[in-house]
C-alpha cells in the first residue's frame, strides 16, 4: 500500500491466473534439445572410453597373470623332471651296488648244512655283513628319502619296498643259511629292482618296460645279429703281446 497524505493507495497483487508465461521459441527450444544431446553424448562417450579403458588394463592384467602362470608351471615342471632324473639314477645305481655288494658275502656261505663255515670265511661275512649295513643305513636311506620326496606315490612305495628287500637279504646273511637258500632271495630282489627302475623310467617319459630274463641265455650278451666269436679270429696270432719293458 503507498500513502500520500490521505489518501492510501493500493497496488493490484498478480495472482498466478493473472500471471502469463512467455512461449519459448521454436528453434529455440531445439536448440536446447540439441545442446542436451550432445552433452549426453559426450557423457556417455566419456563413460564408456573410461570403461573400455579400465576393462583393457584389467583384462591386459588378467592375461599377464595367466602367462606367468603358465611360464612357471613349465618351469616347476621341468626342474621336477631334472630333479627326479638325478635323483631316480642315484636311488637305482646304489641298490644294484648294494645287490652286488651282499651277493659277493654270500659266497662264503656254506653249499649246505653239513658243511661248516671257516673262520677266515666267518670273518669274511661278519665284515662285509657290517659293512653292508652301513651301507644300507648311511647311503640307501637318505637316497630313499629323496625318491619319496619327488616320486608319485606308487613309485616311493615301490622304492621303499626295495629298501626293505636288500635289509632282508643281509638277514639272510646273517642266518648263515646255506648259498641254495640265499639265492632265490636275490632273485626275487633283482626283479623288484627291475620293477622299480621300470616305474621311474615311466615318470621319466619312458613307459616301455625294460627287462632281462635270469638266467640270462647262453649267447646273451652278445647281439644275435653280429659277427660270430670264431669270426674276430685272426689267423697267425698264437700268442698274446707282450706288454713293453
Given at each position: 500500500?503507498?500513502?500520500?497524505?490521505?489518501?492510501?493507495?493500493?497496488?493490484?497483487?498478480?495472482?498466478?491466473?493473472?500471471?502469463?508465461?512467455?512461449?519459448?521459441?521454436?528453434?529455440?527450444?531445439?536448440?536446447?534439445?540439441?545442446?542436451?544431446?550432445?552433452?549426453a553424448?559426450?557423457?556417455?562417450?566419456?563413460?564408456?572410453?573410461?570403461?573400455?579403458?579400465?576393462?583393457?588394463?584389467?583384462?591386459?592384467?588378467?592375461?599377464?597373470?595367466?602367462?606367468?602362470?603358465?611360464?612357471?608351471?613349465?618351469?616347476?615342471?621341468?626342474?621336477?623332471l631334472?630333479?627326479?632324473?638325478?635323483?631316480?639314477?642315484?636311488y637305482l645305481?646304489?641298490?644294484?651296488?648294494?645287490?652286488?655288494?651282499?651277493?659277493?658275502i654270500?659266497?662264503?656261505?656254506?653249499?649246505?648244512?653239513?658243511?661248516?663255515?671257516?673262520?677266515?670265511?666267518?670273518?669274511?661275512?661278519?665284515?662285509?655283513?657290517?659293512?653292508?649295513?652301513?651301507?644300507?643305513?648311511?647311503q640307501?636311506?637318505?637316497?630313499?628319502?629323496?625318491?619319496?620326496?619327488?616320486?608319485?606315490?606308487?613309485t616311493?612305495?615301490?622304492?621303499?619296498?626295495?629298501?626293505?628287500?636288500?635289509?632282508?637279504?643281509?638277514?639272510?646273511?646273517?642266518?648263515?643259511?646255506?648259498?641254495?637258500?640265499?639265492?632265490?632271495?636275490?632273485?626275487?630282489?633283482?626283479?623288484?629292482?627291475?620293477?622299480?627302475?621300470?616305474?621311474?623310467?615311466?615318470?621319466?617319459?619312458?613307459?616301455?618296460?625294460?627287462?632281462?630274463?635270469?638266467?640270462?641265455?647262453?649267447?646273451?650278451?652278445?647281439?644275435?645279429?653280429?659277427?660270430?666269436?670264431?669270426?674276430?679270429a685272426?689267423?697267425?696270432?698264437?700268442?698274446?703281446?707282450?706288454?713293453?719293458?
Open positions: 500500500a503507498i500513502t500520500s497524505g490521505n489518501r492510501t493507495a493500493t497496488r493490484p497483487r498478480l495472482t498466478s491466473k493473472s500471471r502469463k508465461t512467455v512461449p519459448v521459441p521454436t528453434y529455440r527450444r531445439a536448440s536446447l534439445i540439441h545442446m542436451a544431446s550432445d552433452l553424448t559426450s557423457i556417455l562417450t566419456g563413460v564408456f572410453a573410461l570403461g573400455g579403458g579400465l576393462g583393457g588394463v584389467l583384462l591386459s592384467n588378467h592375461l599377464g597373470q595367466r602367462a606367468e602362470k603358465g611360464r612357471l608351471a613349465i618351469e616347476d615342471a621341468r626342474q621336477l631334472a630333479d627326479r632324473r638325478r635323483v631316480y639314477a642315484a645305481g646304489l641298490t644294484a651296488s648294494m645287490l652286488e655288494e651282499i651277493d659277493r654270500a659266497l662264503f656261505l656254506p653249499d649246505d648244512r653239513t658243511q661248516h663255515i671257516s673262520a677266515k670265511h666267518e670273518s669274511k661275512i661278519s665284515e662285509g655283513s657290517i659293512e653292508y649295513y652301513g651301507h644300507w643305513g648311511n640307501l636311506q637318505p637316497a630313499l628319502a629323496e625318491v619319496q620326496l619327488v616320486a608319485a606315490p606308487k616311493a612305495e615301490l622304492a621303499e619296498r626295495l629298501s626293505i628287500g636288500l635289509l632282508r637279504m643281509g638277514s639272510l646273511i646273517d642266518s648263515r643259511q646255506p648259498f641254495p637258500n640265499y639265492y632265490p632271495g636275490y632273485f626275487q630282489t633283482l626283479d623288484l629292482l627291475q620293477v622299480v627302475r621300470n616305474a621311474m623310467r615311466a615318470e621319466l617319459g619312458h613307459p616301455e618296460a625294460v627287462t632281462r630274463p635270469y638266467p640270462p641265455a647262453e649267447d646273451w650278451p652278445w647281439l644275435p645279429d653280429r659277427p660270430s666269436r670264431e669270426s674276430y685272426r689267423g697267425g696270432i698264437t700268442k698274446r703281446r707282450q706288454p713293453p719293458a
